[in-house]
């Protein structure tokens, strides 16, 4: 699906109050897979935490274990959601090490982890690259790909155009893009950079800036 394909697909999901359904957006790099939760959020006015699992330990997910009347008490994390509405998006999950994984695994399934339980109001969402994406990300386990809806975002001429309009891209960026649409993406063999909106955003900016 594009990205507004996926914006109004979750938009939906908020809109019927699905919470417990948990949803993984795969893609590759830069086409705006966070962009459009953060849009997602702001628009419904919910809170977001956006974790990047990969720069994660194992005790910062599920916290320290702190002696209390001589019985270990599982300090959770002060970044986890705590009260209200909002969304906990979990970016980069498939970059996490295995181990970190499955404690994941545990707060999508159950909304808990160690003494720790995700507030009411909270929705679990998350994202990751692909293997063909030259990321470097570990095999999802098959329990924990259960426990998701997944969505396969690409990046689409139509819905960046209405993106670049909307945020008063650089005209020439615009101009150029409308006569290669085909270079909107493009993922290099070995290039450290390469054609992506995130990419054609920050282009637009420094030929804005001059």
């Known amino acids: 699906m594009a990205p507004d394909e996926l914006k109004s697909f979750l938009q939906d999901i908020v809109g019927n109050d699905l919470r417990y359904?948990?949803?993984?957006?795969?893609?590759?790099?830069?086409?705006?897979?966070?962009?459009?939760?953060?849009?997602?959020?702001?628009?419904?006015?919910?809170?977001?935490?956006?974790?990047?699992?990969?720069?994660?330990?194992?005790?910062?997910?599920?916290?320290?274990?702190?002696?209390?009347?001589?019985?270990?008490?599982?300090?959770?994390?002060?970044?986890?959601?705590q009260e209200g509405t909002g969304i906990l998006f979990l970016d980069e999950l498939n970059m996490a090490a295995p181990t970190l994984q499955g404690i994941a695994q545990q707060l999508i399934l159950d909304r808990r982890v160690g003494s720790y339980e995700v507030p009411e109001g909270w929705f679990i969402w998350a994202a990751g690259?692909?293997?063909?994406?030259?990321?470097?990300?570990?095999?999802?386990?098959?329990?924990?790909?259960?426990?998701?809806?997944?969505?396969?975002?690409?990046?689409?001429?139509?819905?960046?155009?209405?993106?670049?309009?909307?945020?008063?891209?650089?005209?020439?960026?615009?101009?150029?893009?409308?006569?290669?649409?085909?270079?909107?993406?493009?993922?290099?063999?070995?290039a450290n950079a390469f054609p992506s909106p995130r990419t054609w955003e920050m282009a637009s900016e420094l030929h804005t800036a001059g």
């Open 21 to 81: 359904l948990s949803t993984m957006m795969w893609g590759p790099p830069g086409i705006g897979k966070s962009a459009v939760v953060a849009q997602v959020a702001e628009s419904n006015d919910m809170g977001l935490i956006d974790l990047r699992l990969s720069q994660l330990a194992p005790t910062d997910l599920r916290g320290l274990p702190v002696p209390e009347d001589e019985v270990a008490r599982w300090r959770p994390p002060e970044f986890l959601p």
């Open 129 to 190: 690259n692909r293997k063909e994406d030259r990321a470097s990300v570990y095999e999802m386990p098959a329990p924990l790909s259960n426990r998701f809806i997944h969505l396969d975002v690409q990046p689409d001429y139509d819905a960046f155009r209405r993106y670049a309009l909307r945020n008063d891209f650089h005209e020439q960026i615009q101009a150029f893009l409308a006569f290669r649409p085909d270079l909107l993406f493009r993922l290099g063999e070995d």
